[in-house]
DNA sequence: AATGAATGAGCCTTCATTCAT
DNA sequence: AATGAATGAAGGCTCATTCAT
């Protein structure tokens, strides 16, 4: 059970940044990156606040001036992770005229991507989610919208004729997803040894047979 | 929190069960009982020695007789399961003539009644791994196997006939076991709601599209 | 406001004694007293847990082992007080006949006596009173006993045509138990010069004119 | 908690109110103002120099251009209400021929009146005076003026014959005053229900019983 | 004068682990 | 073997006070 999420100091989760004097926001990004590169070292149980403080080379007080607990600190992070997350923006992407499959290497490479840069922060997020009502609450709203829209287009391809009708969006959608969520997750946490394009062409292989796609 | 490291307790891996009195049988096994519990219930980091060992019905003390620390019970826990685990023997079951459909229905449904009954227990193990070695090479001993078979079972499809040869039996293998493993941990340990039946057929209609298998 | 009243550990009232070990009931026992002289010596606010366990001559974490806060201790050691406050036992106080201006002085002694001997945790009571609802409570409910014994007594004189019946018992009684209580407050805890049997003397004459006592 | 001692600001009294510029005065104003209302709301150990600042709408460190600490910003306050504590003034009280008990019934009514306005500032006082010299030092001098005024004043009607000789006029001022200061306090700090003319008149009736005095 | 971010002393609390019985 | 009281490392949090702007 965290401890601490009670704590009501002057700033829970930090001031709205155009509220801080420039001061202030400078020591608030300092606890953010520290905090990351804290997180990402230690994970979240093990990560003190007194050596985010260090790293940021703060006081330890200085901490609970911007943030009331770990916690706090972990979902302000993502907080400026998160649009980025959902919504990673390849340039000029929807310029292109791409046929199905290559949009979804596009989709999955964007994915794993985001996976090889967030992948420690999001595995640290979902261990904290096991023990954290805020924390679970946010990865699911962000997961949700991501696997709805897989599921949307799974829908999508179903009406035009272009996907199996036999499968069932609801359970493939989050099933394709945790595919390539779990995939990118034993790769990256656990330094298995796979080639990027490689990966990104067999689970899109994988995904499009899955559905029995077919090419347009 | 310590570390887990320089602990000498007296009995760090427990005796082996053969060396102990019946009374020490005893003992030993409802720690082991009460762990399961507690572990299930708090998750590994909020669960207390002194719950355990109050679970159990014995004085805290007792609880290093036996085991050197949370990690070593629950190494010795999951030691217990682990068999079951990798080979679940469903009665008869090589006896019967099925198709390779079949077959892939019915590994699907060991593994999600494995995932219903274990699932609380490998979460907690994937959480533990991430901060001890020893967890987490005993989880990726059991991962490798689990996932070498299958891999062996792609290519001989492939080898057949019977797959897609254009896919990547390791690539495959690990997408695919970790499909069903995702799906699982997300259905069982997020509550979200899924029919059972219907999700072995649609895993395993995923899982065969995915690898065009025909038919046998 | 207090911060730990809601801690919950083991043993917030400290168990009934007869639960404990002779080893456990010495500790348990050398914390009081020790938190008796940290409180009397720098008072509720300025006493430290550290300072009770040090005191007591064991370790910090031992406190938490028999007490959740300064305020459970502290009401745990007035606990201790509490029939001696409210009802105080001279020897063989019934046998002798008495009449009433003597009653009058002998309970007026014995609560002066009471107050040199616990005033100073008395007047602790009273702060910590201030802050702590279970304290104040505990606080009010030998007050009131305390007062409506007076009360009665005034109400019976007035019955009796022994007093005056102009007065109003309630108002008196509440006005003559803390015109004693306050005179010894100021007396022990400011040391005020003043003798005793005179202070007994006096006080008595006091009470029993303000009723307009007849002697008997 | 550090003890108010080698603390060095600025400014340990506050400047004299003559030397500062209007707004240094306003300023200083709204400090001792909000400190009143924290101090009457929070008591003593529970306020804090933040509310304080925050609620008089000045940045913290600005307490301390004014205040060196919370005993002195308290004694500041004090020092405001000193006289009119000490001698209030009904208007032409002086002009009109009131008996003794009369007198006696308006000095009580005053001084109920003063501790119905001031009750809660006054405990205060007695708390703080509890842990700082200085707080009891002023504490001391104004119920010993108090005190002694009311001594003398018994003394008179003893040499006057108007009062019972065998009382002993230090122990009895003492007694008296602190019978009436006791029960404003509990029946302001404690919300006992008592009628305030009868209070006057209960308090004034034992008050000139005890002394036996005689109507004049 | 005023600001408010930064500081760090001071104290609290938990719980894994030891050890005398 | 079992007990459970004692230990103390580890880390958390608050708030009075300072000081550069």
Redesign the interface.
């Known amino acids: 059970?965290p401890k601490n999420t009670e704590a009501t100091p002057k700033n829970q989760q930090g001031a709205p940044e155009s509220a801080l004097t420039p001061r202030a926001r400078r020591t608030r990004k300092a606890l953010l990156e520290a905090a990351q590169k804290v997180f990402e070292r230690d994970?979240f149980?093990?990560a003190r606040i007194t050596d985010i403080a260090d790293t940021a080379g703060v006081a330890h007080g200085t901490f609970y001036t911007y943030f009331g607990s770990k916690e706090t600190i972990f979902l302000a992070l993502v907080d400026g992770f998160l649009s980025e997350l959902l919504f990673p923006s390849s340039p000029n992407s929807e310029k292109i005229k791409i046929d199905s499959f290559e949009r979804l290497k596009k989709s999955n490479r964007d994915y794993l991507e985001i996976y090889r840069d967030y992948g420690r922060i999001i595995?640290i997020w979902e261990?904290l989610a096991?023990?954290n009502k805020e924390a679970a609450e946010k990865l699911?709203q962000g997961e949700d919208a991501f696997i709805l829209r897989a599921r949307r287009k799974i829908e999508q391809l179903q009406r035009d004729g272009l996907a199996?009708p036999?499968?069932?969006a609801r359970?493939?959608a989050?099933?394709?997803t945790?595919?390539?969520?779990?995939?990118a997750d034993?790769w990256f946490s656990?330094k298995?040894d796979?080639e990027f394009e490689?990966?990104v062409e067999?689970?899109s292989?994988?995904?499009a047979?899955?559905?029995?796609m077919k090419r347009t």
Do not use: C, P, S
């Not at 945790?178 to 995939?183: A, E, I, L, N």
């Not at 047979?209 to 029995?212: Q, S």
């Open positions: 059970m994970g149980h093990n595995a261990e096991k023990y699911k199996d036999d499968i069932d359970y493939a989050r099933a394709l945790g595919m390539v969520h779990k995939f034993t656990k298995e796979f490689q990966a067999q689970l292989l994988l995904w047979n899955a559905l029995r």
